[in-house]
């Protein structure tokens, strides 16, 4: 294909929410503009001695409302034209920040370039050192680092938006592509919103570690619920010696006046594992698992376009401590023609900035999707290794498999665990496509693993029954953390 030259100039209208390309020449037929976890194509208007290609900079995805770009690089594509010399310098608008450097457009979140200096965090944070704090009803949410607005506080945010309407909720976000609950606040990390929120919050929620430097206020609280029951060993049960690694997980811990368990295994594991002695540990259950006792499918369905009657298989593997991008131990493509099914395709949390959506026929990436709970309870079968979510998806009853070529490198060498997979697992351990394939050829727990699912069930999930989220906003409430 021949590439033309041409004098493009891009800019942005804020109003409409668009970045606009424009140039002289020949019409192009298509433009795009492609991210890690977003798309967006251009809409191309004019013709003869100009054109115009119009960008979206919100995209509708999974179903919700429209939400800024996430923020990353995206590649500038417009078919036929030579797009390095379009330029277009750092611009801040109230929803994000934006920069065009010939193919590559830079997204970022809305914050003022004088914050993200030492300097101007320095000053917001000493600011936020010195505020007296903890003087408003209000929640200061954060799920995984401001990644998503989901997990155990999601639940408890949707719970607490009924039973004390009069408190505010804030969420922790690393940019406004995050959606947020309905009714809540979205402030963007590192922004002089959210030094100011995190200071004035009487209760901070939190499903891991605050970081930053996070300085109490009096009377503030924090409830830790942290994100799984664990099989991979944590915090001071981690495989080596490191003190600087014991010192940071004891601080740490002692910023947190309540931890939320699933069940009571977890409880005794996480209280040894972060040193969280003299303390309480509230055992109630998860949150986040409420809408697995009585959810309905139908809708989160619909959002991701899959049809009522098909079969839909859950790919959610664990992070590794030695790479940065979720594993590729499937063909997502292959296993959905092998098995006839859709395959939405999980990563995990730490795996969603450095990484890219997987693409291929029935093939759905949700890496960026707000509620692992609802994706779970869509899915007719789990596939995964060593993550949490077994503890989770076992609440359905239904078939799960375990994906775990590097089992002996795992187990023997990253972390460890605290029982042996092999010995308990309510599903087969499989190493190959061939050997899974084999193991989803039907929609049953087989046999020989019922007896050991029920025995886990027992064990792991006798109080998620649906209530776990109105148990922990009771709790919040008597202690009087807040006032309804």
Not at 120 to 134: H, I, K, M, N, P
Request: hydrophobic share 40%.
């Amino acid at each position: 294909m021949t590439t033309a030259r041409t004098d493009a100039q891009a800019r942005v209208d804020e109003n409409a929410h668009t970045l606009i390309v424009s140039g002289t020449g020949a019409r192009p037929a298509s433009a795009s503009l492609d991210g890690p976890r977003a798309r967006t194509a251009g809409r191309i208007t004019g013709g003869g001695k100009t054109w115009k290609a119009t960008f979206r900079l919100q995209v509708a995805r999974w179903g919700g409302k429209e939400l800024p770009l996430p923020s990353g690089t995206y590649t500038l594509q417009i078919d036929g034209i030579a797009t390095d010399g379009v330029m277009l310098a750092p611009t801040l608008l109230t929803t994000l920040r934006i920069e065009v450097q010939g193919s590559t457009v830079l997204i970022a979140p809305p914050l003022d370039p004088i914050y993200e200096t030492a300097e101007g965090q320095g000053t917001l944070e000493e600011r936020y050192v010195s505020q007296v704090g903890a003087s408003e009803n209000a929640v200061f949410f954060e799920s995984f680092y401001g990644q998503n607005a989901g997990c155990n506080p999601r639940a408890i945010d949707r719970v607490l938006a009924e039973r004390a309407p009069a408190v505010t909720r804030y969420w922790s976000v690393t940019d406004l592509s995050v959606e947020v609950p309905e009714g809540a606040i979205a402030v963007v990390e590192g922004s002089p919103a959210w030094w100011r929120a995190r200071g004035d919050a009487r209760l901070l929620v939190v499903n891991d570690w605050l970081r930053r430097r996070f300085v109490r206020k009096p009377g503030q609280r924090v409830l830790q619920t942290w994100h799984g029951t664990p099989l991979k060993r944590l915090a001071l049960h981690r495989p080596g010696f490191a003190p600087r690694r014991m010192a940071a997980v004891v601080k740490e811990s002692r910023r947190w006046d309540a931890l939320l368990a699933q069940n009571v295994y977890a409880a005794r594991i996480l209280r040894k594992a972060y040193a969280f002695f003299g303390k309480p540990i509230w055992v109630e259950g998860y949150p986040r698992n409420d809408v697995l006792a009585a959810g309905d499918p139908t809708a989160v369905r619909a959002s991701l376009g899959i049809g009522v009657d098909e079969r839909v298989l859950l790919y959610a593997p664990t992070w590794r401590d030695d790479r940065a991008e979720m594993v590729d131990f499937v063909d997502p493509e292959r296993l959905a023609a092998d098995t006839d099914s859709v395959v939405l395709v999980r990563g995990h949390s730490r795996t969603l900035r450095p990484g890219r959506d997987r693409a291929g026929a029935r093939v759905i990436d949700v890496t960026g999707y707000p509620e692992t709970a609802r994706l779970l309870l869509i899915a007719d079968a789990l596939i995964t290794d060593y993550s949490s979510v077994m503890f989770d998806f076992s609440v359905t009853g239904r078939p799960m498999c375990f994906l775990v070529p590097d089992l002996e490198h795992y187990r023997g060498e990253l972390r460890g665990f605290y029982f042996d997979l092999a010995e308990r697992a309510p599903g087969p351990l499989v190493r190959s496509h061939t050997e899974l394939v084999s193991a989803l050829g039907d929609l049953e727990v087989p046999e020989t693993y019922r007896e050991r699912y029920a025995a886990w069930r027992a064990q792991f999930n006798r109080l998620d029954d649906g209530g776990a989220a109105e148990r922990v906003v009771s709790r919040i409430l008597d202690q009087g953390w807040l006032t309804v």
